[in-house]
């Protein structure tokens, strides 16, 4: 008896779908796309690695999901396959335009957060960001009484007042977040652009096919566009599960073969010199292990972090440069120099940041960094990401070759400042500035 119901559900289902032509389109797609956001939704809500970009990802996931969802059934009323009162009909219409207008939010949220924006730095930015979708949501919710939005009579959608102002919203969320993504952009450094995310990606397809969707409504883009994005994100997150270091948050060794090979790509296959010479610099912390075992409050792992930190806030500040943390201790710093002088002072700068760092965090105990490089040389091993590598590594252990930097840092140095301290010594018992002058390069 079940069976002989659901197939006559089945025919009558299917013959309304024929004959209403664009509603199985429609109708096919929400239910895919509810399907895959489903399946990623639940991936990676069963991932360690929960950031606050990627917490506000699933929940725009869960939106998007309720989207598809009451799509359909609002597809299914639309045609008359589901008969129900005119309450349930606002209901599930509400809560498809609810659920949109979240969604587009939400994705101006994450995109930001990818950009470590101010703009949705703290509760009280993002509830100020969301003023226009409060706005949005409680017309919805008087329009029952006022007809402000829409009316559904007989299954049918008539448009109110305020209906084409509230319809502006989720739009200007998408091309507001793409925008702001883009300028970004264009004001990054190539190391940066090479490392970003899906913040410019993924506003811009939403909200260029959400326009489409809106000059075609027969055609169901927007859906497809939301799960080919999504499936985009979820590439992009995979990979970053590979490729950067789940401690310091900086590219790891994956990271760094994957993007100095495409830089020496270029470089191998350019036909004219560039203006400035590729270096790969080495740089790493001596005595982590004693550090490890002497101060027991002090983890080697808040150390790896401080250096991280300030070899990132070096690179935004005075260098550009693709930091990565290559082994341990060992961070693997990419960047262009045009000349000697530059070269000194990108060394220099590298130490006075990380010196800066330890004496700010007041660390009990002295921090010795060690500065390596090799310059790219085309037709030679130092045209390979393995010799470059190696020849900076090998420099950090050569108190002798002239391009090598060591120091003292220690927070009872009330005279840092950025300038190596007169206590500090070499391996050799010299005085460290002394040593510095003479064997600078």
Request: aromatic share 12%; net charge negative.
């Amino acid at each position: 008896m079940l069976a002989v119901s659901l197939l006559r559900i089945w025919n009558e289902a299917t013959t309304a779908l024929v004959t209403t032509g664009y509603s199985l389109f429609h109708i096919e797609a929400q239910i895919v796309c509810a399907i895959v956001l489903a399946v990623i939704f639940t991936h990676q809500l069963n991932n360690s690695v929960q950031d606050e970009a990627r917490i506000y990802w699933l929940r725009l996931l869960f939106a998007q999901f309720l989207y598809c969802l009451s799509g359909v059934f609002r597809v299914l009323v639309n045609i008359g396959i589901i008969s129900t009162s005119q309450i349930f009909a606002y209901i599930i219409l509400a809560l498809n335009f609810a659920s949109m207008h979240i969604s587009a939010w939400l994705v101006f949220v994450y995109s930001e957060l990818c950009q470590d924006s101010r703009l949705v730095d703290s509760l009280k930015n993002k509830i100020l960001s969301a003023i226009p979708l409060i706005i949005n949501l409680a017309i919805l919710i008087v329009t029952p009484a006022t007809d402000a939005a829409f009316q559904v009579m007989s299954g049918q959608l008539k448009i109110g007042s305020l209906f084409k102002f509230m319809m502006t919203i989720a739009p200007l969320y998408l091309f507001v977040a793409g925008a702001l993504a883009i300028f970004r952009r264009s004001r990054m450094t190539r190391y940066e652009r090479d490392t970003t995310n899906a913040a410019e990606f993924y506003p811009m397809i939403l909200f260029l096919f959400m326009i489409i969707q809106s000059f075609n409504w027969k055609i169901p883009v927007f859906c497809y566009a939301i799960m080919i994005a999504d499936i985009y994100v979820y590439i992009k997150y995979s990979d970053s599960l590979v490729s950067i270091d789940p401690l310091t948050k900086i590219a790891n060794r994956n990271g760094l073969t994957f993007i100095l090979s495409e830089y020496l790509r270029k470089l191998n296959t350019a036909e004219k010199e560039p203006e400035k010479d590729l270096y790969v610099f080495a740089v790493d912390i001596d005595g982590l292990n004693t550090i490890n075992s002497s101060y027991v409050h002090i983890s080697g792992d808040q150390i790896l972090i401080l250096v991280a930190e300030a070899l990132k806030k070096f690179s935004e500040e005075a260098h550009e440069c693709f930091i990565s943390r290559y082994y341990r201790d060992e961070f693997i710093l990419v960047a262009d120099i045009q000349n000697k002088e530059e070269l000194e002072m990108f060394a220099e700068h590298v130490r006075n940041y990380i010196g800066n760092a330890a004496t700010a965090a007041k660390l009990p105990y002295h921090l010795r960094v060690n500065v390596g490089w090799a310059k790219y040389e085309k037709y030679s091993k130092l045209e390979t990401v393995s010799g470059l590598i190696e020849e900076a590594t090998r420099l950090l252990n050569e108190n002798a070759e002239q391009r090598r930097f060591q120091t003292f840092w220690t927070a009872q140095d009330q005279d840092l400042g950025g300038v190596l301290s007169n206590e500090n010594t070499t391996d050799n018992g010299t005085n460290a500035n002394d040593y510095y002058r003479r064997n600078r390069f």
